[in-house]
């Protein structure tokens, strides 16, 4: 699946994470609730993912398109330090 934009979860709300097999069932790999992000491959550059994203619960938050936080990291600010730290932290 293409990611095209980074969404930050806010208020409520979760969002399941899940990946096909080769049965074509699915397992869901992570849930993301208010601390965290959807779209985080974007950070290094990964465009393509085989993994699916499903909200589960309502809530609130906010959207980036992939090319403007894209443009921010290659910049090297603050942001970008960041969002590594927080990717690094995903995967431990």
């Given at each position: 699946m293409?990611?095209?934009r980074?969404?930050?979860?806010?208020?409520a709300?979760f969002?399941?994470?899940?990946?096909?097999?080769?049965?074509?069932s699915?397992i869901?790999?992570?849930?993301?609730?208010?601390?965290?992000?959807?779209?985080?491959?974007?950070?290094?550059?990964?465009?393509n993912?085989?993994?699916?994203?499903?909200?589960?619960?309502?809530?609130?938050?906010?959207?980036?398109?992939?090319?403007?936080?894209?443009?921010?990291?290659?910049?090297?600010?603050r942001l970008?330090?960041?969002?590594?730290?927080?990717?690094g932290?995903?995967?431990?």
């Amino acid at each position: 699946m293409r990611t095209h934009r980074l969404h930050l979860l806010r208020r409520a709300g979760f969002v399941f994470v899940v990946s096909a097999l080769e049965d074509a069932s699915t397992i869901e790999v992570v849930l993301i609730g208010t601390e965290g992000m959807v779209g985080l491959p974007i950070v290094v550059s990964i465009d393509n993912v085989p993994c699916s994203y499903f909200a589960q619960a309502a809530g609130r938050g906010l959207k980036l398109r992939a090319d403007v936080l894209k443009g921010e990291i290659s910049r090297g600010n603050r942001l970008r330090s960041l969002l590594l730290c927080y990717f690094g932290t995903f995967l431990a």
